[in-house]
T-cell receptor, first 111, second 116 residues
Framework: GEDVEQSLFLSVREGDSSVINCTYT??????LYWYKQEPGAGLQLLTY?????DMKQDQRLTVLLNKKDKHLSLRIADTQTGDSAIYFC???????????FGGGTRLMVKP | GAVVSQHPSWVICKSGTSVKIECRSL??????MFWYRQFPKQSLMLMAT?????????EQGVEKDKFLINHASLTLSTLTVTSAHPEDSSFYIC????????????FGQGTRLTVV
C-alpha cells in the first residue's frame, strides 16, 4: 500500500528558514498536500501541489516536488514562533479522495 | 470558503457507553465524507469513507459494528462509537467533499474522545 514518511522533529530559530521533508511511495499520487496541526486543534490546509508541478510558492511557503525521487518539501521562510506545530504531508490520487498521511513533523521554533 | 463543523469538540464518556460524533458541511453539500482517527503522537489514519445514502466503506482493521457511520443527508455524517473502551480514546476528525468531481475535501476541527 501507499506509504508516506516524514522526519519526526525539527527545531529552528526564529527568523531562520525551516525545511520539512516528506517522501512517498505511490507513483500514482496526483495531489500532495501540506497540513498544519496546532495542539488540540484540527487540520489546516497550508498548500498543495499537483504532481505535474515542480514548485509552488505562496507567501512564506515554498513547496518543492521531485517526482522522480518521490520527494516533497515545505520551506517556511522567516519562521515565527506561531509556526510551531505539527506539519503533515499527505497524498491522494485525485482531489477529494482519501488522504494518506505521513507521521507528521513537529516543528519547534525557538525565540 | 467551505466550512466543515464537528460536534462535539471534546467528549468524556464512561466505558461501555456509546458516543455520537457529528460532521456537518455548513455551506456545501457533501456526497462523500471521510472519518480519520489520530492516536496520541501518531498520524491520522483513515477509518472509513461514507457516501450519502449508501453504506460506509471501512478500512481494514476497523470494526464496522463498533464504529457506526451514518450519512443520511448531504450535509451530515455521524460516527457512533459503540460500547466505548479506554483504547478508543483518540482524536476523531472528519473531512467532507463537495459533490463536484475532483474537488478538495475540507476538514472539521476534530473531536477528542476520552473514555474513562
Amino acid at each position: 500500500g501507499e506509504d508516506v514518511e516524514q522526519s519526526l522533529f525539527l527545531s529552528v530559530r526564529e527568523g531562520d528558514s525551516s525545511v520539512i521533508n516528506c517522501t512517498y511511495t505511490d507513483s500514482s499520487s496526483t495531489y500532495l498536500y501540506w497540513y498544519k496541526q496546532e495542539p488540540g486543534a484540527g487540520l489546516q490546509l497550508l498548500t498543495y501541489i499537483f504532481s505535474n508541478m515542480d514548485m509552488k510558492q505562496d507567501q512564506r511557503l515554498t513547496v518543492l516536488l521531485n517526482k522522480k525521487d518521490k520527494h516533497l518539501s515545505l520551506r517556511i521562510a522567516d519562521t515565527q514562533t506561531g509556526d510551531s506545530a505539527i506539519y503533515f504531508c499527505a497524498e491522494s490520487i485525485w482531489a477529494g479522495n482519501m488522504l494518506t498521511f505521513g507521521g507528521g513533523t513537529r516543528l519547534m521554533v525557538k525565540p | 470558503g467551505a466550512v466543515v463543523s464537528q460536534h462535539p469538540s471534546w467528549v468524556i464518556c464512561k466505558s461501555g457507553t456509546s458516543v455520537k460524533i457529528e460532521c456537518r458541511s455548513l455551506d456545501f453539500q457533501a456526497t462523500t465524507m471521510f472519518w480519520y482517527r489520530q492516536f496520541p503522537k501518531q498520524s491520522l489514519m483513515l477509518m472509513a469513507t461514507s457516501n450519502e445514502g449508501s453504506k460506509a466503506t471501512y478500512e481494514q482493521g476497523v470494526e464496522k459494528d463498533k464504529f457506526l457511520i451514518n450519512h443520511a443527508s448531504l450535509t451530515l455524517s455521524t460516527l457512533t462509537v459503540t460500547s466505548a473502551h479506554p483504547e478508543d480514546s483518540s482524536f476523531y476528525i472528519c473531512s467532507a467533499r463537495p459533490g463536484q468531481p475532483n474537488t478538495e475535501a475540507f476538514f472539521g476541527q476534530g473531536t477528542r474522545l476520552t473514555v474513562v
